[in-house]
Each structure stands twice: as C-alpha cells, then as structure tokens.
C-alpha cells in the first residue's frame, strides 16, 4: 500500500528546512562579527556562496549519493539513481482521491521525497558554511568556491549516506557497529546514535577547518597582535538566529511532528542554556569578565553538543551534557595558541570538540542505552568507533582535497590582498563606509569612484577598529 501524505508532517519538515536554512546566515553574522573589519564581507560571502553552490550541487547528486543504495562497500550511495531528482516525483493520488508519498525515505512518516530533500538541502549547506571561520582573513574566495563543491561531494555526501543513509557508520548489517556487536534481525545489535548531525556535520567541519588551517598556515600577525572581533553585536545576532534555526534542525529530524520532536526541541533548549551558563563560568573565574563572545560561543558549543543526542538523552541529561560541552570547549579555544595552529573562528575548538562530546556523551547518558542508565558499555564503544571513523575520513579526504587545490590554483590570497583586507581587494566593497561615499554619485561603499587603499590605510582603519571596540 501506497503511504498517504500527511500535510501536518510535511508541513512541519517545510518549516524546519526553512529554520535551518536561516542558519546559514546566522552563521554569516556569527562569523562575520568576529573577524576584523577589513574581511567582514568575505567571510559573510563565504556563507552565502555555499548557499549557492551546494544548493545546486546537492539537487543534481548531492542527494542521491547521499541516500540511494550502498556502493563501495557502503562508503556512498549510487549518484546516478536519483540524479536531478530523477524517480523521486510525482507522488501521485490513488483511487480515492488522497494525495500520496512515494519513494520517499521519511514516507511511512507521510512526508514526501521533496520535502525531505529540501530538510537535508540546508543540512549541507550549513557544513560547508561553517568550514569558513578556520580559514578568515586569508584564502582565496576563487579557491574557497571550488573547494565548497569538491569538498561537500567527496566528504559531505559519503558521510550523510555512511550515517544516515544505511552506510558503514549506520545499524546496516554490513557496518561496523555490526561487526563490533553482531546483528539482531538483519541489522546492527548495538546501533550508532547520530539524531542530527554530531559526526556528520559537526566532526567533519571541524575537521575540515583544522585541516585547511593547517594547510594554508597563520594569519599575517597571529600571536603577535590582537585580532579582536570587530563587531559584538553582529556575532550575538549570528548566534541568536542559530539558535532559532537550530530548532528545526534537531526537532525536525524526528522526522514528523510527533513526541520526539518535541523532546528534542526541548533538549536543545535546556542543553544550550546550560553550555552558555558553562563557558560564561570559565570566563569568570579564569579571566574576571563575562563576554558577550563568550555567551555567544557558549550557545553554539551547546547546539553542536546536542545535536547528536537530541533524541536519546532526557532534559536533565541534556542540562548536563550543555554543561560539560560549555566549560571544555571554554577551554579548548586555547589550544591553537598553545599548539601553533591558527583556527580564526575556533572552528575546531567548538564544532569537532562539542561534536565529539555529544556524540560520546551519548553512550554515557541515553536513556535506552547508555552507560549511566545501565545500559552498559557497548553503545558508548560504539559512539567511540564512529567519532574516530568520522575524524579520519575527513582528515584524510580533506588534506587531499586541500593539497591538490594549493598546487593548481592556490590556497591563499595574495600577500598584498590579505595585508588590505579581502573586502576592498576581493569584492570591492567595504562593509562600513568611512569616506561618506554613500548618496553622492550611488557608489554605496564600493570601489567605485574612489581610490583603492594601500596597505598602510588599511592598517590605520584596522587600528582605528580595534580602539573602537576597546572603549
């Protein structure tokens, strides 16, 4: 029998992929205000470009690698069968007139194929955006455009389909929890927990940023001078809208409006409270001052903690969770002054480092399985193997995709470009007019009609921002 379709559901997964694609912008603004002024178009362009490459990417074989059946042992699904949507529409209506859902992979929820495609479009896109804030300041928007569509096909997609779409890292009899723990009824006995995106999206971008941190190497100054963020208020906005969208993006992966959504929305909330009250703890005791960086960055380390386990935890252990995720990644923003590497954005510190904690903290905190429920330790072992199969599939895929670009077109910008700030040099915008360029002769802050600067205004204006944001 052909599934109906059920409006209230689709309704409700329409909504969530419009709320996690507002997250995309979120993270522009997030990003945005943490950087220098001199960059702060390029970095908001660096999120709103993924938008539009992977938007077309994953319609044309983003979505069939990502959930059509296994090839390569289960490393990614077959890009040919659902290329362009092919076979995935129309649904159809049956002798009764009842609209129906048809090879849809949420359709016994009555949500149909479009409507899940459309959910896991913005999932895609945000990975990518969030990549952005380990290489600020510094590559090459060009390169950054290739790299988005190379990098979400060789990663993103594999990943997606290795999770979620029946793959290697999934409860498939073929997978690996299977061969840790047996199978009970053709599938994996002790089964991976992934609700929304721990190993997927977060684990693989943070990976990715340190990845290409590493390639293209510091920031002209790093460790020598401040790199203050520029605009405060921007980064709260960023995180404030996150925040929003990431409702859709854990409660819509309950995949229909049902009790789970409503416990993961409500995990999400308590996890996220709980991870700002954390890091707002550290910044007082170690440094004397609670931030509004500090508040903002303390949310999305519970955000990026929660996801994974929105669905397996009870808001108490989702308090919890919030907690430990707030106070270790205070602590892990850090490790790139003392480890030398330069994550701008604190990519890593936050994003692979609060997504290892929730996809851990599972098999130490589900409320089926985990180890504090007496459920024993295989889950957690299994959480254990998946994180580290996540980190060095996109450790390993990344550098190679990373190597070949800095070889053929290069990753960095030019010496003179970055020392003048991307905006100007790149786009040929600034983002704050200081020349009251704006309503005489339309040039509305671009190079139009004025004088590029040299690096040594470039430097005074930065100069100029940083005593701005220290009154």
């Known amino acids: 029998m052909v599934p109906t379709l059920d409006t209230g559901n689709n309704a409700w997964l329409l909504a969530s992929a419009a709320l996690v694609l507002l997250m995309t912008p979120g993270v522009a603004f997030f990003y945005g205000g943490m950087v220098r002024r001199k960059s702060v178009l390029n970095m908001m362009m660096m999120s709103f470009s993924a938008m539009g490459v992977?938007?077309?990417?994953?319609?044309?074989?983003?979505?069939?690698?990502?959930?059509?059946?296994?090839?390569?042992?289960?490393?990614?699904?077959?890009?040919?069968?659902?290329?362009?949507?092919?076979?995935?529409?129309?649904?159809?209506?049956?002798?009764?007139?009842?609209?129906?859902?048809?090879?849809?992979?949420?359709?016994?929820?009555?949500?149909?194929?479009?409507?899940?495609?459309?959910?896991?479009?913005?999932?895609?896109?945000?990975?990518?955006?969030?990549?952005?804030?380990?290489?600020?300041?510094?590559?090459?928007?060009?390169?950054?455009?290739?790299?988005?569509?190379?990098?979400?096909?060789?990663?993103?997609?594999?990943?997606?389909?290795?999770?979620w779409g029946g793959g290697l890292?999934?409860?498939?009899?073929?997978?690996?929890?299977?061969?840790?723990?047996?199978?009970?009824?053709?599938?994996?006995?002790?089964?991976?927990?992934?609700?929304?995106?721990g190993t997927v999206v977060h684990i693989n971008a943070g990976v990715a940023g340190l990845m290409l941190a590493l390639l293209l190497g510091?920031?002209?100054?790093?460790?020598?001078?401040?790199?203050?963020?520029?605009?405060?208020?921007?980064?709260?906005?960023?995180?404030?809208?996150?925040?929003?969208?990431?409702?859709?993006f854990n409660a819509g992966s309950a995949g229909a409006a049902n009790g789970l959504a409503g416990l993961a929305w409500l995990n999400t909330s308590t996890a996220t409270s709980a991870a700002m009250l954390g890091w707002l703890a550290v910044e007082m005791i170690r440094d004397k001052h609670a931030t509004?960086?500090?508040?903002?960055?303390?949310?999305?380390?519970?955000?990026?903690?929660?996801?994974?386990?929105?669905?397996?935890?009870?808001?108490?252990?989702?308090i919890a969770l919030g907690l430990v995720a707030g106070v270790i990644c205070a602590l892990a923003v850090g490790l790139k002054y003392r480890l030398g590497y330069?994550?701008?954005?604190?990519?890593?510190?936050?994003?692979?480092?609060?997504?290892?904690?929730g996809t851990v903290g599972i098999g130490f905190l589900g409320t089926d399985t985990g180890l504090f429920y007496g459920g024993g330790g295989k889950q957690l072992v299994v959480q254990i193997v998946i994180a580290a199969c996540a980190i060095v599939f996109s450790a390993v895929l990344t550098t190679v995709i990373g190597l070949a670009?800095?070889?053929?077109?290069?990753?960095?910008?030019?010496?003179?470009?970055?020392?003048?700030?991307l905006d100007i040099t790149v786009h040929g915008e600034s983002a704050y007019d200081t020349e009251g360029s704006v309503g005489s002769g339309g040039s509305g802050g671009t190079?139009?009609?004025?004088?590029?600067?040299?690096?040594?205004?470039?430097?005074?204006?930065?100069?100029?921002?940083?005593?701005?944001?220290?009154?």
Do not use: C
């Open 54 to 163: 992977v938007g077309i990417v994953y319609v044309l074989w983003g979505y069939s690698m990502s959930f059509s059946p296994n090839v390569a042992g289960g490393l990614f699904g077959d890009p040919a069968t659902a290329f362009g949507m092919k076979g995935l529409f129309p649904e159809g209506v049956n002798a009764d007139g009842i609209e129906t859902v048809a090879n849809s992979v949420l359709s016994g929820s009555g949500v149909s194929s479009m409507a899940f495609v459309a959910f896991q479009l913005t999932f895609a896109i945000i990975t990518v955006a969030l990549i952005s804030g380990s290489v600020a300041d510094r590559m090459k928007f060009s390169t950054w455009l290739v790299f988005s569509g190379v990098w979400v096909t060789l990663v993103y997609f594999p990943m997606a389909h290795m999770v």
């Open 169 to 197: 890292l999934s409860g498939w009899e073929n997978g690996i929890a299977a061969k840790l723990f047996g199978t009970t009824d053709g599938v994996a006995s002790v089964a991976p927990i992934d609700f929304a995106g």
């Open 218 to 248: 510091k920031r002209r100054g790093f460790g020598k001078e401040p790199m203050r963020p520029h605009n405060v208020p921007y980064t709260m906005l960023g995180a404030a809208l996150l925040w929003f969208g990431w409702f859709g």
């Open 292 to 318: 509004g960086v500090g508040a903002a960055s303390g949310v999305v380390a519970g955000l990026v903690a929660i996801t994974p386990a929105a669905g397996a935890l009870s808001p108490v252990g989702a």
């Open 342 to 357: 330069d994550d701008s954005l604190d990519v890593v510190g936050v994003h692979l480092v609060g997504g290892i904690i």
């Open 405 to 421: 670009l800095k070889y053929t077109m290069g990753l960095r910008a030019d010496e003179e470009n970055e020392a003048d700030g």
């Open 447 to 471: 190079l139009a009609g004025r004088p590029k600067p040299t690096s040594s205004s470039a430097r005074d204006g930065e100069e100029s921002s940083k005593e701005e944001v220290n009154a």
